[in-house]
């Protein structure tokens, strides 16, 4: 990056780049058109010379009717303020595009997902392979002219399937296999997965002076598998490591064992249908994932909650916010050897805050409590007085506690400081969020950057630390829980009584043309749903920029150098849940 200033405008972009950038005039659509050929240079002037260095989204969007593939970027600069959106097209049949991880680290795996899922090939890209699906699959499942096993029809609801009193199962009608491709030179019999043959070969290896770095010691160089069934590995979740001795030379995520197409699902779903969908996503923090998603519809609806229902779902994202920290400090005890004690004094904090949930959804983890223009229900006055002995009463003290016997434990000390470290230059090429970003020193956190509901007038701070290593990413969570106290306490001093739903509930819902990115500050960072509509009934594109994947991008660089044991810390560190990660 150069030390040029800053050009703070940004409304003469056609001007800058004649004839490769235009304004994306399509009704409800934001944003520009930018040529491929002219995509890197545009993506350069945007991060040096304006400072938009923080690429947070990317994904594609397949226009079948009119033979094009789109690739849509949501850039933001760390000072606050709304996204730059760009975009640029390509034919399907052939869908090449520059890749912008020389600019962009942090957009390595969602170019790679953009390939597996819907076949645009990024060139330059250091790493293209498929990232969700298995190897031997064939095709590309996001495109509009996939079909599924067992496909019935495009959207639901789906038509009636015995018009003529006629009960049949689709399976009879769609046989397994009928729409299903492999690879022409695939069988189960002797099948060996190139790509994993390209994984292990991509593992950079160093050149030794022929004793590793074992000191005295003869080492010597090996690749390793943990996962993807292991129990540090928090899930379905595999590393592949190649070992000096003891140091992690180079590191390879590898997911997509749980994953199920959600985003396929949910073009399929109504609008409607897909909230209790994200609460499956992370299974810790289905309220605040309700809240992005809802935040997306309602700007393509372009209707405001009423004032309670605001503070109703800011007062659940925080108790949110406090069970996912909690948990996140518990486990990462247990990934340092503690084993279950500490997390289960943790789970004793969660459990209260559950049953709120419960009071006020009927659910205590999948709790499917937010409404587009509101929530479903009112808050009770038992479930208010639990919230308000919560946080006024029962949880600081028990932070305290908590603090007391862990922050100055000898043993997360030793295993923590100095280890894993990301800079901050590190965090935001990597596009990196939330603790994981502000343990590297970078104050940017959604609620204050582009607020959203009533956070514009709630006072709190947003938390960094400044070393980037393990030891603080466990210590942000616990200044983070601090300030969600700290947001609850004015919550529950200012909840004014009224409607808690605009308009009357539905169970369908009708959204105008156009595109939407709705994003919030999640536990684990910034969760963002991408949604495109043509104004039917189901979302034509709906895409989910889940932290839990993008965090898992800056894996191997906290690795590098650190001893085997050490990556397993790391990964707790971050806090991943496998639910997000492959969606």
Partial sequence: ?????????????????????????????????????????????????????????????????????????????????????????????????????????????????????????????????????????????????????????????????????????????????????????????????????????????????????????????????????????????????RLDGETVVDLRPVMGYLHRNHEKLGERNTFLMNMPFTDRLDYLCSMSNNFGYALAVEKLMGIQPPERADYIRVMMAELTRIINHMLAIGFLLNDLGAYFTPVMYCFNERELILDVFEAVSGSRMMCNYFRFGGVARDLTQDAFGMVKRLVQERLPPKLDELERFLVKNEIVRERSIGVGVLSAEQAIALSAAGPVLRASGVPYDVRRAEPYSIYDRLEFDVCTRQHGDIYDRFLIRFDEMRQSLRILQQVVRDLPPGEIMTGKPQYQVRVPAGESYGRVENPKGELGFYLVSNGKANPYRYHIRSPSFINLTSLAQMCRGQKIADAVVILGSIDIVLGEVDR
């Fill in 1 to 241: 990056m150069t030390d040029q200033p800053i050009d703070v405008h940004v409304d003469n972009l056609e001007t800058r780049f004649p004839g490769m950038v235009s304004q994306d005039s399509r009704q409800g659509y934001t944003g520009y058109l930018v040529k491929p050929e002219g995509l890197t240079a545009f993506a350069t002037a945007l991060r040096d010379q304006m400072g938009f260095r923080y690429l947070s989204s990317v994904t594609a969007v397949d226009y079948l009717a009119e033979d094009l593939m789109e690739v849509v970027y949501h850039a933001y600069r760390l000072e606050g303020g709304p996204a730059l959106v760009f975009k640029t097209q390509v034919p399907r049949q052939e869908p090449h595009v520059p890749s912008l991880v020389p600019l962009f680290p942090g957009a390595e795996f969602q170019e790679r997902e953009a390939w597996d899922l819907f076949g645009v090939r990024f060139d330059g890209h250091p790493d293209l392979r498929r990232i969700l699906m298995w190897e031997g699959f064939g095709g590309h499942p996001m495109r509009k002219d996939w079909h599924e096993a067992y496909y019935e029809e495009e959207a639901k609801p789906f038509k009636n399937r015995w018009p003529e009193g006629q009960v049949y199962r689709i399976e009879d009608k769609v046989p397994y296999g009928h729409n299903v491709s492999y690879p022409s030179e695939f069988s189960p019999e002797g099948w060996v997965p190139q790509e994993d043959v390209a994984l292990y070969a991509g593992l950079g290896k160093i050149q030794g002076n022929g004793d590793g770095s074992g000191g005295g010691l003869d080492t010597e160089q090996i690749v390793i598998n943990l996962g993807p069934q292991h129990p540090s590995t928090h899930g379905v979740f595999r590393m592949v490591v």
